[in-house]
């Protein structure tokens, strides 16, 4: 459970789990607690009640840096204001979270950041780069910075992806490109919880689909088996029709290790 800064409920008895190799979607409108969820999940904020455990490990309260080490990566809603410094260069925006793996006893190594950062460009296709060095991240387009974005989260070889809007504002190529690097990480063995809008996004992408409405879980079901129309309803708080035609919900898989659980 969470609350909003004056201290009224966002999230209520919200209990997900994901496991390595699944992607679960979190489908909502915006407005009904998906922003609390994914900064929960990916340890940005504490939540009031419950707890979230990654490998069987509890690390409620214990803040970003232990999510990171724990292999939590977290790809937020806006790019600028939350995923990056637009103001430093290509290469230290991806030197973020992953500055030890540039580093020698005493220091950067800051030649061997600049090489791993033209990698990293290339492998995700980061277009508009003149000098990794040179470059300030805030000279990329939209499509071009989520991917370098998703660059320095998955280079961590993360256990799970918290993913909330990672093709919202990009172009069609760009879109085509993020969505197949998280299905890659999928097949890698990372769980990811994918937190969208995007009904089309959520069904490409999902293993399973929750659906958030008002701050609860209202609903869950497969790709296979949802009524899109419905899914859509539940968003919005609407109809409690079932989702599938076996009545509703399907019943959620046994809890593994790899879980990540609010």
């Known amino acids: ?9 966002v999230l209520s008895e919200v209990d997900i789990a994901v496991r390595r190799g699944e992607v679960v979607g979190v489908a909502g409108v915006s ?28 690390l409620t309260g214990e803040g970003p840096r232990a999510f990171l080490a724990a292999g939590v990566s977290y790809v937020p809603e806006d790019r600028l204001a939350d995923a990056t410094a637009p103001d430093l260069s290509v290469m230290h925006n991806l030197m973020l979270k992953s500055y ?27 277009r508009g780069v003149r000098d990794v060095r040179e470059t300030p991240a805030g000279d990329l387009s939209g499509g071009n910075l989520q991917k370098l974005v998703l ?3 998955l280079s961590r070889d993360p256990s799970v992806l918290v993913a909330h809007q990672p093709t919202r504002g990009v172009d069609v190529g760009a879109v085509e490109f993020l969505r197949n690097a998280i299905l890659d990480q999928r097949a890698d063995g990372t ?14 992408l999902s293993d399973r689909i929750l659906v958030l409405s008002d701050g609860e879980i209202v609903a869950e079901t497969t790709p296979e088996a949802a009524d899109r129309e419905t899914v859509g309803l539940r968003m919005g708080g609407g109809s409690e029709e079932p ?12 809890r ?5 659980d609010d």
């Not at 459970?1 to 409920?9: I, P």
């Not at 580093?103 to 296709?125: I, M």
């Not at 599938?244 to 019943?251: F, L």
């Not at 593994?256 to 990540?260: L, M, S, V």
């Open 151 to 153: 660059a320095r989260e």
């Open 243 to 254: 989702l599938d035609e076996d009545a509703g919900a399907v019943d959620p898989a046994p």
């Open 100 to 126: 030890r793996a540039d580093s020698r006893p005493g220091r950067l190594d800051y030649d061997a950041a600049a090489a791993r950062a033209e990698r990293l460009v290339e492998e995700f296709d980061v």
């Open 1 to 9: 459970e969470t609350e909003d800064d004056r201290g009224f409920e």
């Open 31 to 58: 407005g009904n607690g998906q922003v609390d969820l994914a900064e929960t999940l990916a340890g940005v904020s504490d939540p009031i009640a419950g707890s979230i455990r990654v490998d069987g490990r509890d």
């Open 256 to 260: 593994a290790e790899g879980e990540t």
């Open 191 to 204: 769980g990811v919880v994918l937190v969208s809008e995007n009904l089309d996004e959520v069904f490409a």
